[in-house]
């Protein structure tokens, strides 16, 4: 790197940082936050690091409460190395990193890679596409660890696990952790795997969290994952609170739980049950056996809208909706602008949700994957809509993903099926043209950024 980021200032900054907070840490977070400062030089993360200040001084905002959460109900190594890879590495080294690697190559170098080290899964869920897979791909450890290798040397310090069921490689998953020790990762999961000896595990290399998945209380969640499961969650989130660990919930919500997961009992419970965060997302209808009848109406995918705006501002907790979040980050993040996806055979995708490649990871590296026609067309198309609450190609600008597979010439990589893509978003057009005017109407009301949300424009807009 450059002399304004080298390995040694960094380590400087962050031995500082970590003296603060080793000692009284609430007390000593304005004087942690200042010495963060001398890292942003350019001022990228002003915004940022303005929201974390007003939060500390605020001792009655819930970014406060979220801000004392973690650093008083976490364990010592996995919030140190919390700060230290997401908030510092994955930020302002990140940035830094990329920016000279896309002065080099002229290629544009995401925040985040996804990937998925197994197609297999011990659950069957409704409307799950991953239930369409060939139970037996995988990843194989070599191009796992050269996949995170090569994207360091590009800047990339966030690595994203789904599946299948990630935690089937539990244990490879752990060893990545360990050897790439300044990256973060993170690992969609049922948890229904997670048992004592991983949650230690998990304490042990400290940067290893978990995004886990439930629908809702009991009826929603085994409603579509079978019955038992959301006791085997609960289970799990005991088992992680008790060690002290990072991890939060990811939704899907849908026309049959909206009222459920949308509630302040269901977030009230996620809480009291240790989550620092929360993902929601919105149910997609891919592959031969998605249930259309489960896509959210525009009524239930305005009132998410409007039950995430309303719940950051009395809630420690730290929610994010998918979809309905794109007026923060311009629209759509997938395509290689933030993200990418890497299929357990090695394709590579725009997302987790568009089943469509022209480029292998096992064939090519990750910098020639990254100059694919199929992500140059994603790019060069963003955002999709000038609406950026209508942000995805696929559910709200069909058209869009049409066009681009099209011109790229990718292939099909629904394993079973091969779905095509006139067929995927001949499911999606119906609830694209209802969506449209209430997003309209949202969207015009709000101007792009909510009065009262700027504290999670600042903090999640990069």
């Known amino acids: 790197m450059k002399a304004s980021l080298k390995s040694k200032a960094v380590t400087i900054v962050l031995d500082k940082i970590m003296d603060y907070l080793d000692r009284e840490p609430m007390k000593n977070l304005s004087k942690a936050l200042e010495v963060g400062r001398k890292l942003d030089l350019k001022n990228d993360y002003k915004p ?66 996804l990937m998925d080290p197994t197609t297999a899964c011990n659950l069957k869920c409704k409307g799950c596409w991953a239930a369409e897979y060939d139970k037996q791909c995988s990843m194989d450890m070599e191009t796992l660890d050269r996949i995170v290798q090569e994207g360091k040397e590009l800047g990339i310090y966030m690595y994203i696990f789904s599946g299948g069921e990630p935690l089937i490689r539990k244990k490879d998953l752990i060893k990545l952790a360990e050897k790439h020790g300044e990256c973060m990762f993170l690992a969609f999961t049922n948890a229904t795997l997670v048992d004592q000896e991983f949650a230690r595990e998990m304490k042990r290399v400290g940067n290893f969290a978990l995004a886990i998945s439930v629908e809702g209380f009991e009826a929603e969640t085994d409603m579509r994952r079978g019955e038992g499961t ?93 979809w309905n979040d794109g007026e923060y980050v311009q629209g759509c993040i997938a395509g290689g602008k933030q993200y990418l996806h890497i299929n357990a055979n090695g394709d590579v995708e725009p997302c987790a949700f568009i089943h ?96 009262g949300d700027k504290e999670y424009a600042q903090a999640v807009n990069k």
């Not at 660990?245 to 049950?273: P, Q, R």
């Not at 026609?373 to 999709?384: D, E, N, S």
């Not at 990718?410 to 099926?417: G, I």
């Open 48 to 113: 940022q690091i303005e929201a974390i200040s007003d939060a500390i001084r605020n001792e009655e905002s819930s970014g406060y409460k979220i801000i004392q959460r973690l650093v008083s109900d976490i364990d010592k190594n996995v919030r140190n190395k919390f700060i230290s890879n997401f908030l510092v590495y994955n930020s302002f080294v990140s940035t830094e990193k990329r920016r000279e690697t896309e002065a080099r190559t002229g290629v544009h170098i995401p925040w985040a890679v």
């Open 230 to 322: 959301f006791r085997k969650v609960i289970e799990a989130m005991d088992l992680l609170k008790k060690e002290k660990l990072i991890y939060g919930f990811s939704t899907c919500y849908h026309s049959k739980n909206v009222n459920v997961i949308g509630s302040d009992a269901y977030l009230d419970l996620m809480v009291e049950k240790g989550c620092s965060f929360g993902w929601y997302f919105t149910y997609v209808p891919i592959g031969k056996d998605a249930v259309p009848e489960l896509i959210a109406s525009p009524e239930q995918r305005e009132f998410m809208y409007r039950f995430i705006r309303d719940v950051r501002s009395r809630k420690p907790i730290f929610v994010l909706d998918f």
């Open 356 to 451: 469509f490649s022209d480029i292998n990871i096992k064939e090519n590296s990750l910098l020639d994957c990254l100059k694919s026609p199929l992500l140059h067309g994603y790019q060069k198309r963003q955002p999709f809509n000038e609406n950026h609450l209508r942000p995805c190609p696929m559910l709200d600008n069909p058209e869009i993903l049409r066009a681009i597979v099209k011109e790229s010439g990718a292939r099909p990589t629904q394993q079973m099926d091969e779905e095509t893509v006139e067929e995927l978003t001949a499911k999606c057009e119906n609830a694209a043209k209802k969506w449209a005017p209430v997003a309209e109407k949202l969207w015009n009301k709000s101007k792009g950024v909510n009065a």
